[in-house]
């Protein structure tokens, strides 16, 4: 007996061949959303688009899977448009199922009809619509493809409301059983000839480092990247996006560079290194403007190579030799062909260079000491997250929302052992963390998740602890409750030597804001208060928000923000 399944059936059934097990969604599209359910998938309920955008990627980069979010069309289509963006510049696979109108009321003004295509087409990797009833299956197993092949990335399809709500059963079209569910999903290694090179390279020179971005999480590199550094004796520093690649506690571990190695910068004693440098490996790095503090902080005179996936980011800004390929794999290679060339000069000046980042660490632990033991009221954020720090465990998850949020956990929260680090660096938008937060305890339920977050960004999801509460979702969000926009103020005062008014903010009691929606929550406002408190929302089995009252003029280690403190 032949097959047979609605169309939207059919496109569940094709997700769940996909291996999803979980949609983000609001009930819509409905038909499609009650056809996976049926299937066992499950549908968590964000209450806003935008917000279940960010769930999707943060799902996505802590499962290794495509993640799907479904929306309606019209102003709830809009709103996945800053996720799409976010997820389109830091390559993250996300699929976006998303209900049109009917296709005969195409461009006769139906209700909440908009040009989805042209809507789309800037900020993901591919959009189509489904335009033959018999080709579903083609469709959705494209979207997968495009998603999770070379560069991932985000991609729409545009499902029709006739077809969504056709009971009709229509073929299932025989013999398919692939599944495309998961990043990378075609990896292609380098051309041995570049990587002979780059590895000759790398031998002969002086003063080498490694700068690992993002994409060496992407291809679950991590492991290869610290065998390239502990066996050929290279030191590695790391991007935002990239913390976490190797262990920061590694003796050749420079750690987090970028545009915040300013006072009490956590790798503000390293810059020597970088200076010195006359041979430096780009691996899955977008080489942008904060990673490289405004393209000035990495040598013009140093030689560069560049491994990447996507081969219009090599050399896009630092001319190198060319290595594209997949960093697990290439990184494989280029072991292999650095133990075949003479390390010898990389093993005699090992001990230097660890010498030289050991006494960086200490000069940088002196010149915080001061903030990490404070006893000030309100609370510095370097005492808190040096709190928090004791308590983490070595497989936490840390995330971090965009602006300050970034920079605190990035300078005062080290990668060591297996830490999953999540930040949203594509846009860097406010309003990510806790939504990423929720995304990554979803894909990693065995692992506990801490989220850090400004009251500014904070503001935008509140709705999304009443999320957390229905949907079992247990992290733990600490907010700075300092009652200003906190990079915004403080880079107009830097800059401009004011600020408007819109950088304070009302006194906001975010433990009732918890406490309203069923979240246990803390509030602190003691430095005494710091460790208890995160002790019992760390133990705490459901989701705990603390509010920790912040002092205002903890000045981020910017350099251009530094005169705030003279």
Same mark, same amino acid.
Request: proline fraction near 5%; charge should be neutral; aromatic fraction near 6%.
């Given at each position: ?13 094709? #997700? ?7 949609? &983000?969604?609001? =009930? ?14 499950? /549908? ?12 999707? /990627? ?31 510049? *830091? ?19 139906? &209700? ?17 619509? $489904? ?15 495009? !998603? ?15 077809? #969504? ?5 229509? @073929?299932? @079209? ?10 990378? %999903? ?20 002086? =003063?080498? &480092? ?45 750690? +987090? ?12 004693? %390293? ?9 430096? #490996?780009?691996?899955?790095?977008? +080489?942008? /403007?904060?990673? +490289? ?36 794999? +290439?990184?494989? /290679? ?68 965009? =602006? ?10 080290? *990668? ?10 594509? $846009? ?6 806790? @939504? ?15 989220? #850090? ?57 975010? !433990? ?8 246990? =929550? ?15 929302? &760390? !133990? ?16 981020? @280690? ?9």
């Amino acid at each position: 007996m032949e097959n047979k399944a609605s169309v939207s059936a059919r496109i569940a059934l094709a #997700l769940k061949r996909h291996g999803v097990t979980e949609i &983000f969604g609001q =009930s819509n599209p409905p038909t499609v959303l009650l056809a996976a359910e049926a299937l066992g998938i499950r /549908q968590v309920g964000y209450r806003q688009e935008n917000a279940g955008t960010y769930m999707a /990627q943060g799902y996505s980069m802590c499962s290794g899977r495509v993640s799907v979010i479904a929306a309606q069309n019209g102003p709830a289509a809009t709103l996945i448009v800053p996720g799409l963006a976010e997820c389109l510049k *830091a390559s993250h696979p996300v699929v976006a199922i998303v209900q049109d109108v009917d296709s005969n009321t195409v461009d006769r003004n139906a &209700f909440q009809e908009l040009d989805h295509i042209k809507l789309f087409e800037g900020v993901t990797k591919w959009v189509r619509r $489904i335009s033959n009833i018999n080709r579903v299956e083609d469709f959705v197993d494209m979207a997968f493809m495009a !998603a999770a092949s070379g560069r991932p990335g985000p991609v729409v399809l545009l499902c029709p409301t006739d077809m #969504l709500f056709d009971p009709t059963e229509y @073929p299932i @079209p025989p013999g398919r059983s692939a599944s495309y569910g998961y990043y990378p %999903m075609d990896r292609c290694g380098a051309d041995p000839d570049a990587v002979k090179a780059a590895a000759r390279l790398l031998a002969a020179a002086k =003063s080498p &480092f490694i700068y690992a971005g993002g994409g060496v999480i992407s291809s679950q590199a991590n492991a290869e990247l610290r065998a390239v550094q502990e066996e050929c004796s290279i030191p590695v520093a790391n991007s935002t996006m990239g913390k976490g690649s190797v262990d920061e506690s590694h003796p050749l571990s420079i750690g +987090t560079i970028g545009y915040y190695m300013g006072r009490r910068g956590s790798t503000k004693f %390293m810059r020597p290194l970088i200076d010195e440098a006359d041979v430096i #490996l780009l691996v899955g790095n977008r +080489t942008n /403007q904060n990673g +490289t503090d405004a393209w000035t902080l990495l040598p013009r005179s140093a030689r560069y190579i560049h491994i990447d996936v996507d081969p219009m980011e090599i050399g896009r800004n630092y001319e190198a030799l060319r290595v594209t390929g997949d960093a697990k794999l +290439t990184l494989r /290679q280029l072991k292999t062909a650095l133990l075949a060339e003479d390390l010898s000069a990389r093993k005699a000046g090992r001990a230097g260079i660890e010498a030289r980042i050991a006494k960086a660490r200490d000069e940088h632990k002196a010149e915080a000491k001061d903030m990490l033991e404070s006893d000030a009221s309100p609370v510095r954020v370097e005492r808190f997250l040096a709190e928090v720090e004791k308590q983490l465990a070595d497989d936490h998850i840390i995330v971090a929302d965009a =602006s300050l949020s970034s920079v605190w956990l990035a300078n005062y929260i080290p *990668a060591v052992k297996q830490r999953k680090f999540v930040f949203p660096r594509g $846009i860097a938008g406010l309003g990510w963390g806790l @939504p990423l937060a929720m995304g990554a305890k979803l894909a990693q339920p065995g692992r506990k998740v801490f989220c #850090l977050a400004g009251d500014g960004g904070f503001a935008h999801v509140w709705s999304e602890l009443e999320t957390c509460k229905r949907e079992k979702i247990n992290v733990c969000l600490a907010v700075i409750n300092n009652e200003i926009l906190g990079y915004q103020k403080h880079a107009e005062r830097a800059l401009l030597g004011t600020s408007t008014t819109a950088c304070d903010l009302t006194a906001v009691n975010h !433990a009732m804001v918890a406490e309203g929606c069923g979240v246990k =929550s803390f509030r602190i406002s003691k430095a005494d208060e710091i460790k208890p408190a995160v002790a019992e929302a &760390f !133990a705490f089995d459901g989701p705990a928000v603390l509010d920790v009252i912040m002092e205002p003029n903890c000045i981020a @280690p910017l350099p251009f923000m530094g005169k705030l403190e003279l």
